[in-house]
């Protein structure tokens, strides 16, 4: 049996007009077959991909098909945890090869087969049942859900506590748990740097509030940096050499790749206080 809608964003949207309601398409017969999973029963709907969105905050996804005579989308809502844990789903999914476009918070077309865009705690998937999925159909149908849902269209602010002088674009991300397959760094945004002259490197901040002492809880495995100015531990990772993290005014920062602990120790240095 099929459940009604009743999504929180829709209360929340006076774009859309009714609780019951998802948004019309231009061209296509629908909603249809709307269905609702929480945190028990998304695993119906998505087995063996769950995981990944109760990672990242999953609250519910709501679920709908559009059709015309050429094509059948099947559309699913997932409503997540924060703007950063659903940026975050779409960074995990992101496709290489796929075409970006400024619609959202972001958006991209994975053709013959999908679109997504992301609009505050929102991702929303489309998919081709029936048909393909063309550039051209995306720009019709994306804009609908991304006026439908509530939220604004920047990126989370999180990513912005990085500095963006020398960060290789397109590289900065959020790590929920177990950053660099690490159990002791948890809820981390990252990115790559590059300065002419210099080791490429990744660098990251622990979020404020995430671990308390973001530097109390850490194995035995790290060590403590000889005359380090303020409360720093580092630790050798495979294939990457030194990682150090370090507490400063602005936060926990870490790096990895410097080609030394003291040139790690000087790019924190500048960068957190």
Same mark, same amino acid.
């Given at each position: 049996?099929k459940?009604?809608l009743?999504?929180g ?6 774009c859309?007009?009714l ?7 231009p061209g296509f017969?629908?909603?249809?077959d709307?269905?609702?999973f929480?945190t028990k029963?998304v695993?119906q709907?998505i087995?063996?991909?769950?995981e990944?969105y ?6 519910q996804?709501?679920s709908?098909?559009?059709e015309?005579?050429?094509?059948l989308?099947s559309?699913?809502i ?5 703007p950063?844990?659903?940026y975050?789903?779409f ?7 796929a075409?970006? =476009? #400024?619609?959202?918070t $972001? %958006?991209l077309?994975?053709?013959p087969?999908?679109?997504?865009v992301?609009?505050?705690? @929102? ?6 049942s ?10 019709q149908?994306l804009?609908?859900f991304a006026?439908?849902?509530p939220?604004?269209t920047?990126?989370?602010k ?7 002088k020398?960060?290789v674009p ?5 790590t929920?748990?177990c950053?660099l ?5 948890k809820n ?6 590059e300065t002419?002259?210099?080791k490429?490197?990744q660098?990251?901040l622990?979020?404020?509030?995430a671990q308390?002492?973001?530097l109390?809880? =850490? #194995?035995e495995?790290? $060590? %403590?940096?000889?005359?380090a100015?303020v409360?720093?531990l580092?630790?050798k990772?495979? @294939?990457q ?7 400063f005014?602005?936060?926990?920062f870490?790096i990895v790749?410097?080609?030394?602990v ?7 240095k500048?960068?957190g206080?």
């Amino acid at each position: 049996m099929k459940t009604v809608l009743a999504l929180g964003l829709i209360l929340a949207s006076p774009c859309l007009a009714l609780a019951a309601d998802l948004p019309s398409l231009p061209g296509f017969k629908g909603p249809a077959d709307v269905e609702s999973f929480d945190t028990k029963t998304v695993w119906q709907a998505i087995d063996g991909a769950a995981e990944m969105y109760l990672a990242y905050g999953f609250k519910q996804l709501t679920s709908a098909e559009y059709e015309r005579k050429d094509l059948l989308l099947s559309v699913g809502i997932f409503e997540q945890a924060t703007p950063l844990d659903a940026y975050a789903v779409f960074l995990k999914q992101q496709q290489k090869d796929a075409l970006l =476009l #400024s619609i959202g918070t $972001v %958006a991209l077309v994975s053709a013959p087969s999908q679109c997504v865009v992301v609009k505050g705690a @929102y991702y929303v998937k489309v998919d081709a049942s029936r048909g393909q999925v063309t550039p051209a159909i995306c720009q019709q149908v994306l804009p609908v859900f991304a006026k439908a849902l509530p939220g604004d269209t920047m990126l989370p602010k999180e990513l912005s506590l990085l500095p963006s002088k020398g960060q290789v674009p397109g590289s900065v991300g959020y790590t929920k748990t177990c950053f660099l397959g690490l159990s002791d760094l948890k809820n981390v945004v990252h990115a790559k740097y590059e300065t002419p002259g210099e080791k490429p490197y990744q660098l990251f901040l622990i979020l404020p509030g995430a671990q308390g002492d973001a530097l109390a809880g =850490l #194995s035995e495995k790290w $060590v %403590a940096v000889p005359k380090a100015p303020v409360k720093a531990l580092s630790r050798k990772i495979p @294939y990457q050499g030194d990682l150090v993290v370090a507490t400063f005014p602005k936060g926990t920062f870490g790096i990895v790749g410097a080609k030394d602990v003291d040139t790690a120790m000087a790019v924190l240095k500048a960068v957190g206080n």
